[in-house]
């Protein structure tokens, strides 16, 4: 036998322990690398003030991302999360008068609606996840627009709060989503429900033939992937101080798909990883604010994040092949 034909396995074993590690960790490497590159040639970037304004900005986009990943790990993905913010921002302009909490929750029953559309197609119908999330995407901001045609400034003392605030020199928003994703890594992790459904993602037939509600919980996780949608609509209204409906929201799902996609939960199914979920987040807001402070047009965020979803699809499939 030669050197080439005994080099080769090993070469192979080397390979699927690199795409192992980058599948793992390469979502932390990647902030990690992004925050040294921005200490050493972003001025001002180790500001408190910085630092606020990227939790900040980050928050709706962690938001969205944590419903995403519920989907992503039912072996589906939910389109219309941008649109539900869209028409959470419609629905909260409409209801302030009400008062801060009331609009809080016509905005997320919205969302919820949504949500429970995308699942019954899915569930009952039998509609692939990814046309049924896009129709409701093409319904929502229609509906969103119909509802607020154009911009709308806000001006609720309790709303500029939410999205000024801060408790101990963190602001809420960012808050609110650390304390989320603490809530659905509960979840999936510790619960009947999670167990569900991850078991529904790893493989449908087998879930039903096991007996599990497999409608029900399909169901109640598109509900709840547009409930956190809208929040992330009116977390964004609350930093913005307006209701934007014909641009709030837009390409939210590309940027949702990609923080969950490189924190290492699989387009398969089967397994969700919100702390990757949280990094992937992260990672996607500091690319962003890095190419925005060196100047570089906002079309290069989203030829990058296509890059990052390419990289981190491949790197998983090469790793399922093993």
Same mark, same amino acid.
């Given at each position: 036998?030669?050197? &080439? ?24 490497? =990647? ?24 939790? %900040? ?8 991302? $944590?419903?995403? &990943? ?43 609606? %949504? ?9 009952? %119908? ?41 408790? $101990? ?24 429900? =999670? ?29 709840? +992937? ?28 590309? +940027? ?67």
């Amino acid at each position: 036998m030669t050197d &080439a034909a005994l080099g080769r396995p090993a070469a192979l074993q080397d390979r699927d322990r690199l795409l192992r590690f980058l599948q793992n960790y390469g979502v932390y490497l =990647g902030v990690a690398v992004l925050l040294l590159v921005n200490i050493a040639f972003t001025p001002h970037f180790l500001s408190a003030e910085n630092f606020r304004t990227q939790a %900040v900005q980050v928050a709706p986009v962690l938001v969205v991302a $944590l419903g995403m &990943a519920l989907a992503i790990g039912t072996e589906g993905v939910d389109l219309s999360v941008g649109s539900v913010m869209a028409l959470s921002t419609s629905l909260l302009s409409l209801y302030l008068g009400y008062g801060m909490w009331i609009a809080l929750a016509v905005a997320v029953l919205g969302g919820m609606a %949504v949500g429970a559309a995308n699942g019954s197609l899915v569930a009952f %119908v039998g509609v692939q996840p990814i046309v049924a999330t896009l129709a409701l995407m093409v319904a929502a901001r229609g509906l969103a627009l119909v509802l607020l045609p154009q911009l709308k400034d806000v001006h609720d003392p309790a709303m500029a709060s939410l999205g000024s605030g801060d408790l $101990l020199g963190i602001p809420y928003l960012a808050l609110i989503a650390a304390a989320l994703a603490l809530l659905v890594g509960f979840v999936v992790r510790r619960t009947t429900f =999670g167990r569900r459904l991850l078991a529904i993602g790893d493989s449908r037939p087998a879930a039903l033939l096991a007996g599990l509600p497999v409608r029900r919980v399909l169901i109640l996780v598109y509900v709840v +992937s547009g409930a956190l949608a809208a929040l992330a609509g009116v977390l964004a209204t609350a930093r913005l101080t307006a209701s934007d409906p014909t641009s709030l929201g837009t390409l939210m799902e590309l +940027s949702a798909i990609t923080a969950v996609v490189v924190g290492g939960t699989p387009l398969s199914g089967g397994r969700v990883r919100i702390g990757g979920t949280v990094a992937g987040a992260v990672l996607i807001q500091l690319l962003t604010a890095t190419l925005i402070k060196h100047d570089l047009p906002p079309s290069w965020t989203q030829i990058a994040q296509a890059v990052v979803i390419v990289l981190a699809v491949y790197a998983a499939r090469e790793r399922g092949r093993r």
